[in-house]
């Protein structure tokens, strides 16, 4: 409970332009918020940008502010200009380094700083990965913040209500996320070792232990990226997941549904036809779902991989994913093992060039496909 006097909230504008019950309501919740502890300036800042009623939930989540940046820096030993760089390769604006507005959680990221340097990590290495996080992060952040709002509302419940329900729905919620995220990056580790590993041996040309030939096939959404700037983070999820249900619809054996990776998907096949024609019927099941639905573009690749967990690691699916990249929205891109491996009469090839691909060595020759009954619309030099 504060022992400070009481705060004039009038007075200092923060019932400014409220009348009748939601001034009261204003107020009811600025009184709670002053007895938990929280600042008139603190307050103040929450008001100017309408996140009053997230303050009881951030004290669930981060605690109480205590510290301010230049405490922070000669707590942990750390410059305060390279924990400014930190915050915002994280993207997160820096306060007034006087201003005791942080919390043990940023004391205890800082304090991480010292270790990771004596181990010989540079400061530009420390900054790309906080970047890499503060990108991947804010999304998982978003996520986290609507789906306890979105159990909190309720038709006709007031400000102050909402503050309390929403901030007892994110307790229950954060216990569960932060070993759900740890846990995340393990795998995702642990995936990209065993990549690094199949890569390295390819690379010496060495036999990959269990490997078999494999079709490799992905599929993405064009403008995906650019798309996450202008619509909701909802309607970015909708979309990925009627991609998904698009491939799961057309997906039969001996085609396997490997994953979906944020925009794209991964399919992997022991027989070459069934892939490209699971590919172009993908393409036209994304054009007939309208103009609300990005176009496609298909890449696959044919080569030896092994499989471990599900999933397949080697070189035609690294480079099917890079294929995928380089075609044109709405088509399927192959390279040159691939297509010599179908029947010439089911598929209508045409030359895309020589491209140069990151991770092999030698340019890779590429081709469009498209189906025996589709009309030849584009010459031999067509291009990608």
Not at 24 to 30: I, K, N, S, V
Not at 94 to 118: G, K, S, W
Not at 281 to 295: H, I, N, T
Request: charged fraction near 30%; proline fraction near 6%; glycine fraction near 8%.
């Amino acid at each position: 409970m504060s022992t400070e006097a009481p705060i004039d909230f009038a007075a200092e504008g923060l019932l400014d332009g409220l009348e009748g019950d939601s001034r009261a309501e204003r107020l009811a919740l600025l009184e709670r918020l002053a007895e938990d502890g929280w600042r008139l300036a603190e307050l103040k800042r929450a008001s100017a940008t309408d996140t009053l009623m997230f303050l009881p939930a951030e004290r669930v989540v981060v605690g109480p502010e205590r510290y301010s940046a230049q405490e922070i820096a000669q707590r942990s030993g750390v410059e305060l200009e390279f924990l400014e760089a930190v915050r915002r390769a994280m993207g997160l604006t820096n306060p007034d380094p006087a201003e005791p507005i942080l919390t043990d959680l940023e004391l205890e990221a800082a304090q991480m700083a010292r270790p990771a340097r004596e181990v010989g990590i540079s400061d530009p290495e420390i900054l790309e990965l906080m970047r890499v996080l503060g990108r991947a992060l804010a999304q998982v952040a978003e996520s986290a913040r609507r789906i306890p709002l979105a159990r909190a509302l309720e038709p006709g419940i007031t400000e102050y209500d909402l503050a309390s329900s929403y901030a007892q729905s994110v307790a229950q919620l954060y216990p569960m996320l932060q070993p759900l995220v740890a846990n995340a990056l393990a795998l995702h580790l642990r995936q990209g070792a065993q990549t690094e590993v199949v890569s390295a041996l390819e690379r010496r040309g060495g036999e990959l232990p269990g490997s078999r030939e494999v079709t490799v096939c992905f599929a993405d959404l064009v403008g995906f990226t650019r798309l996450g700037e202008e619509v909701a983070p909802e309607e970015l999820g909708a979309l990925a997941a009627r991609l998904e249900n698009l491939a799961r619809e057309l997906v039969r054996p001996p085609l396997q549904l490997v994953k979906t990776i944020g925009d794209a998907v991964m399919v992997a096949s022991g027989d070459s036809g069934p892939m490209l024609d699971f590919a172009l019927d993908l393409l036209d099941a994304a054009e007939g779902e309208g103009e609300d639905f990005p176009q496609l573009r298909a890449g696959a690749a044919l080569g030896r991989a092994v499989t471990r967990a599900g999933d397949w690691f080697g070189r035609p699916v690294n480079l099917a994913s890079r294929v995928t990249q380089i075609a044109r929205p709405g088509s399927l891109l192959v390279e040159r093992e691939l297509r010599e491996a179908v029947p010439e009469d089911r598929y209508r090839f045409s030359y895309a060039g020589e491209r140069r691909v990151r991770g092999v060595r030698e340019p890779v020759r590429l081709f469009r496909v498209r189906p025996a009954r589709e009309d030849q619309r584009a010459g031999p030099n067509d291009e990608a």
